[in-house]
């Protein structure tokens, strides 16, 4: 059974390759101060490297995730057409979310907001892949290679920690969480459009 605690590899890429066309326009995290115990838990949440395949206790779990992973391939088709790459996305949006005690539905329209899907996207503040993570969370939590956030599990990995993290911080208040992520706390344009990209993913 996954956890819904949470337990709080690699493609480089030239930067200066990227097309305009693949630069996101979404806000980034602010690098903060972290107490040690805050800094040792979110370490130890991202270092498992295990593949993100998930585990059920029983039948109808594994029948519930059989369920939004048949709806949402379809819907996502025109952003991934090819199938495999298609169902190695969502399993692992559905572990990493799981993992990190997460709505499947919101981290989706995180990444919708955030990348378009886009796995090599880059803001021009210099967050990276799906879900738009700052570099200096590798230094800050990780071993320091940012290029690594262009790997599949490794960039929702960070993402959802980190969101799960300012959720802690705001005491489960996913409209200030959500702001905190974008680095506009406190501001309503970016957790509204999460909100309402959000939708498009409910089964």
Known sequence: MI?????????????GQLS??????AGAQLEEPLVDSVR??????IANSAPPVPEFSDTESRLVYLRWLGALSPRLAKRKPELAQRKEFLQTVWYESKRAGLDTTTVMGLIQVESAFRKFAVSPVGARGYMQVMPFWTRVIGDGDASKLFHLQTNLRFGCVILRHYLERE???????L????GSRGKAAYPDS?????KNWVV
Not at 20 to 25: F, G, L, N, S
Not at 179 to 182: A, E, M, P, Q, T
Not at 194 to 198: E, G, L, R, S, T
């Open 3 to 15: 956890s819904r605690r949470i337990c709080l590899s690699s493609l480089p890429i030239l930067l």
């Open 20 to 25: 305009i066309a693949e630069q996101a326009t």
């Open 40 to 45: 040792t838990a979110l370490s130890s949440a």
């Open 171 to 177: 005491r489960g208040d996913l409209f200030l969480a």
């Open 179 to 182: 702001g905190r992520y974008n």
């Open 194 to 198: 999460v909100m309402a990209a959000k």
